[in-house]
């Protein structure tokens, strides 16, 4: 099993920044896909960034230019940098690691509310 705790959520203005952090217990973590998704009220779960292993990086559009997904393999964490932020940004953010290529479970973090005031 695989625990993801997380900090970092808040509430911010408009053009504001935070950064989310994502500890995990993983024992094959410098291997694992990590990933932030959000969740806004009546809406459905979406993938914000993602990071492979590899360290390869992916984004959602929305995003793309203000939010930095990095990963600190010493520390089994993942972090993302929001800056610039928007009301639109308003979510519960949720950690994410992928085991399941290795025959391993999805696992997710508690999430962490990030409201967004204009």
């Known amino acids: 099993q695989v625990q993801l705790v997380e900090s970092g959520g808040g509430l911010v203005q408009a053009g504001g920044s935070l950064r989310l952090s994502c500890a995990s217990s993983?024992?094959?973590?410098?291997?694992?896909?990590m990933g932030w998704y959000r969740q806004a009220p009546g809406k459905q779960r979406e993938l914000v960034a993602s990071i492979s292993g590899g360290g390869n990086t992916n984004y959602a559009d929305s995003v793309k230019g203000r939010f930095t997904i990095s990963r600190d393999n010493a520390k089994n964490t993942v972090y993302l940098q929001m800056n610039s932020l928007k009301p639109d940004d308003t979510a519960v953010y949720y950690c994410?690691?992928?085991?399941?290529?290795?025959?391993?479970?999805?696992?997710w973090g508690q999430g962490t509310q990030v409201t967004v005031s204009s």
């Open positions: 994410n690691a992928d085991e399941r290529k290795w025959g391993r479970n999805n696992y």
């Open positions: 993983g024992r094959i973590f410098r291997i694992t896909d």
